[in-house]
C-alpha cells in the first residue's frame, strides 16, 4: 500500500471499529458475542478497502492530469 494512503485509511478503519464496537454493545445485547465480533471486524475490513480505493492515491502522474482544460 502506498504511504500516502494509509494516512486516511488507518483513521477510518480506527473510527469505524471504535463506533461499531460502541454501537453494537450499547443497543444489541443479545446477539451472541461471536456475532458481534464477525460484524465488527467485517464492517472494518470492509471500511478499509472502501476508504484505500475512494481515497486518491498522491503520484506525480494524477497531479500532471489534474490541470484546467
Do not use: C, Q, W
Not at 10 to 39: C, D, F, G
Not at 43 to 54: E, K, M, N, Q, R
Amino acid at each position: 500500500m502506498e504511504k500516502k494512503r494509509f494516512k486516511f485509511v488507518v483513521p477510518v478503519i480506527v473510527i469505524v471499529a471504535i463506533t461499531a464496537n460502541y454501537m453494537i454493545y450499547k443497543e444489541y445485547n443479545s446477539i451472541p458475542i461471536l456475532h458481534k465480533v464477525l460484524i465488527i471486524s467485517g464492517a472494518t475490513f470492509f471500511s478499509g478497502v472502501i476508504s484505500y480505493f475512494l481515497f486518491p492515491s498522491d503520484d506525480e502522474k494524477s497531479r500532471a492530469d489534474s490541470g484546467p482544460y
